[in-house]
């Protein structure tokens, strides 16, 4: 994963080098954040995420579009997880994890201020803590592999964005029969510099 992740920074900075209509950007926005597995409460629970963006334009109504997120998700169980799983993770119930999240997103423009996005986010598990409790080691899986799709609205130098990630790997790393896999919803402002 690391080496992966290597080798597309190396890509990006050589691309950026030779890009003609590049832009960079911050961006912020909130994540709407749910965790398929017979363990957790359905429904969505609120986070955030937060970082940088780039533009590059391949041509007319083609793009891509790099970004490097610090992103935050919340979840519920519906049972304590160590009770059945693991009695030394202690209370897991309310769990908090932070991820740097890499979406490598294609920009397809049809109109000159709306663009739709499509393409895989490599996410890397930096933290996974209970509020006001210990640490919850050995429960998550390190990194998380979605598709991403949405759309972003152009306004000057604002862009308004929505998107929808659906993970594809299991992030379970407890037990291998209940498996996890996130679907988050991202709604956010962006400013280009």
Same mark, same amino acid.
């Given at each position: 994963?690391?080496?992966?992740?290597?080798?597309?920074?190396?890509?990006?900075?050589?691309?950026?080098?030779?890009?003609?209509?590049?832009?960079?950007?911050?961006?912020?926005?909130?994540?709407?954040?749910?965790?398929?597995? %017979?363990?957790?409460?359905?429904?969505?629970?609120?986070?955030?995420?937060?970082?940088?963006?780039?533009?590059?334009?391949?041509?007319?109504?083609?793009?891509?579009?790099?970004?490097?997120?610090?992103?935050?998700?919340?979840?519920?169980?519906?049972?304590?997880?160590?009770?059945?799983?693991?009695?030394?993770?202690?209370?897991?119930?309310?769990?908090?994890?932070?991820?740097?999240?890499?979406?490598? %997103?294609?920009?397809?423009?049809?109109?000159?201020?709306?663009?739709?996005?499509?393409?895989?986010?490599?996410?890397?598990?930096?933290?996974?803590?209970?509020?006001?409790?210990?640490?919850?080691?050995?429960?998550?899986?390190?990194?998380?592999?979605?598709?991403?799709?949405?759309?972003?609205?152009?306004?000057?130098?604002?862009?308004?964005?929505?998107r929808y990630g659906i993970g594809l790997t299991n992030i379970n790393d407890i037990q291998e029969q209940?498996?996890?896999?996130?679907?988050?919803?991202?709604?956010?402002?962006?400013?280009?510099?």
């Amino acid at each position: 994963m690391k080496k992966l992740i290597l080798a597309s920074a190396c890509l990006f900075c050589l691309y950026v080098t030779h890009a003609q209509g590049f832009k960079i950007g911050a961006k912020v926005g909130s994540n709407i954040t749910g965790l398929t597995g %017979l363990q957790f409460k359905q429904g969505f629970e609120y986070g955030y995420h937060l970082g940088l963006f780039s533009e590059l334009s391949l041509s007319k109504s083609i793009g891509f579009q790099p970004e490097l997120l610090w992103s935050q998700t919340n979840l519920t169980s519906a049972t304590n997880l160590s009770v059945l799983y693991q009695p030394s993770l202690g209370n897991l119930q309310d769990i908090r994890l932070t991820y740097l999240s890499i979406p490598l %997103l294609l920009s397809i423009k049809p109109f000159k201020r709306l663009t739709f996005q499509v393409g895989p986010q490599f996410g890397v598990l930096i933290d996974n803590t209970k509020p006001f409790s210990a640490n919850a080691t050995g429960a998550f899986k390190n990194g998380d592999f979605s598709m991403m799709a949405g759309a972003q609205i152009k306004l000057v130098g604002l862009r308004l964005y929505g998107r929808y990630g659906i993970g594809l790997t299991n992030i379970n790393d407890i037990q291998e029969q209940d498996k996890w896999r996130s679907k988050t919803l991202q709604l956010g402002v962006g400013i280009a510099l």
